[in-house]
Nanobody, 125 residues
């Protein structure tokens, strides 16, 4: 069993930055692919970024490439999402997710077994 707790959301003006963190409990973190997803009201939950278990492979959605950076620290059971140059369309609830079945990250939300409670990110124009 893996429990995930996100932090770092908030309200920021367009062009600003936020750093989301997700701390995991459980022994499988270092062998799990990790992902960050977001869900805006009335929309599907979509992937933002993902990282392999060892950190050597990273995936980014086109909409965030060059602005967001995903990283992980397996010694601290933590995965982070640094978000720069934020836009109003980045407004959503952001979720951390773990896929312990495969070290390589996948893009589909259905591939992830464990989810955090979500943290709200609001970008004002």
């Amino acid at each position: 069993q893996v429990q995930l707790v996100e932090s770092g959301g908030g309200l920021v003006q367009a062009g600003g930055s936020l750093r989301l963190s997700c701390v995991a409990s459980g022994r499988t973190f270092s062998t799990s692919a990790m992902g960050w997803f977001r869900q805006a009201p009335g929309e599907e939950r979509i992937i933002v970024a993902a990282i392999s278990s060892g950190g050597g492979y990273r995936y980014y959605a086109e909409s965030v490439k060059g602005r967001f950076t995903i990283s992980r620290d397996n010694a601290k059971n933590m995965v982070n999402l640094q978000m720069n140059s934020l836009k109003p369309e980045d407004t959503a609830v952001y979720y951390c997710a773990a896929d312990p079945s495969l070290g390589v990250p996948r893009q589909s939300a259905t591939s992830y077994d464990y989810w955090g409670q979500g943290t709200q990110v609001t970008v004002s124009s």
